[in-house]
């Protein structure tokens, strides 16, 4: 397949995407994104809980699936909101019934995991597409496409928020058991990756549980730093710059009002579903791929390791 990673909304007729799994991001974010999607016909939904699935496909008046089967034969394609595990298994089962998968991020719960899942994905011959949020607003395009044209020698990014902490909305099992790194990494990892090249090599200090510091030293010579928590209870958001000679440019979503986070998420939204519906219909492969979420996973892998040393 070829790579695509612009794309916009067409007349053809909308592709079939059910939602996997019942989970908060569900709620907040896909759900609503399939139901306002003008290139996507909002199929169902599945989950373990027959009652999260029903109130979740209420809020949308679509079908609440009892079988998994059922939901992957009714969809062109699949998009979840589950545990990463669950997700990679779940993934692979619609993949070998030719269906594209929209993922969250992580990919999986480690680097194994994610490859597997690779594989299963590269053996069927299905779009893959990851929901890295942050990649699909305007004004990251617009920061990616400045620091694409500009001569740096490194950044920094960070992440602050509150997803690891017990009781907030984002509190699931798998994020309380890994913490930080696992959750708020790929975006880190993936906007300094973008802005400043390929990241071939890592460095980590610090406790996931608390706030985790990166070092990057990416092609070219580049380097980076990162700090990052999602205990720290505090508005959250992805702020990535670039430095050089004549200056920086930087990207910061933490800085977002209310009125331009709205709108960003809108046009994410509309945009993450207009470029998988694209991919599915011409057998394009987007830049966001499986593939990528897997070197993002090794990276947080590799930093784990030395966390845990």
């Known amino acids: 397949m070829s790579t695509m990673s612009t794309m916009t909304t067409t007349s053809a007729a909308p592709i079939r995407i059910g939602l996997v799994g019942a989970?908060?991001?569900?709620?907040?974010?896909?759900g609503p994104m399939l139901a306002d999607s003008p290139d996507a016909t909002f199929v169902g939904v599945w989950a373990r809980r027959r009652e999260a699935a029903a109130d979740l496909a209420a809020v949308h008046d679509v079908e609440a699936f009892a079988d998994l089967d059922e939901?992957?034969?009714?969809?062109?394609?699949?998009?979840?909101?589950?545990?990463?595990?669950?997700?990679?298994?779940?993934?692979?089962?619609?993949?070998a019934k030719g269906k594209a998968v929209l993922l969250d991020k992580p990919v999986g719960l480690h680097t194994?995991?994610?490859e597997e899942l690779a594989a299963a994905l590269d053996a069927a011959g299905v779009v893959s597409q990851v929901i890295l949020t942050n990649r699909y607003y305007d004004s990251m395009r617009a920061f990616l496409a400045?620091?694409?044209?500009?001569?740096?020698?490194?950044?920094?990014?960070?992440?602050f928020g509150n997803g690891c902490v017990p009781g907030t909305y984002f509190a699931t099992p798998w994020r309380l058991e890994q913490g930080g790194l696992l959750d708020l990494g790929p975006h880190v990892l993936d906007g300094l990756d973008a802005a400043l090249g390929h990241i071939e090599e890592i460095r980590a200090t610090g406790d996931p549980q608390r706030i985790v510091l990166l070092e990057c030293r990416h092609a070219g010579g580049r380097i980076s730093q990162a700090a990052l928590s999602?205990?720290?209870?505090?508005?959250g958001g992805l702020a990535v710059?670039?430095?050089?000679?004549?200056?920086?440019?930087?990207?910061?979503?933490?800085?977002?009002?209310?009125?331009e986070m709205v709108a960003e998420v809108r046009t994410a939204q509309r945009r993450i579903v207009a470029e998988f519906a694209q991919c599915i219909r011409t057998g394009?492969?987007?830049?966001l791929d499986i593939h990528r979420g897997v070197h993002l996973q090794r990276l947080i892998d590799a930093a784990a390791a030395q966390l845990a040393r």
């Open 241 to 259: 710059e670039v430095h050089g000679l004549d200056g920086r440019h930087r990207f910061d979503a933490a800085a977002f009002s209310e009125a």
């Open 230 to 235: 999602a205990t720290s209870n505090q508005h």
């Open 284 to 287: 394009t492969r987007h830049e």
């Open 23 to 30: 989970g908060p991001w569900g709620h907040l974010f896909t």
């Open 146 to 159: 400045a620091a694409q044209g500009f001569d740096s020698y490194g950044g920094r990014a960070s992440f």
């Open 71 to 95: 939901l992957i034969d009714a969809c062109d394609g699949l998009t979840f909101s589950l545990p990463p595990d669950v997700q990679a298994d779940l993934a692979a089962r619609a993949a």
């Open 112 to 114: 194994a995991q994610a």
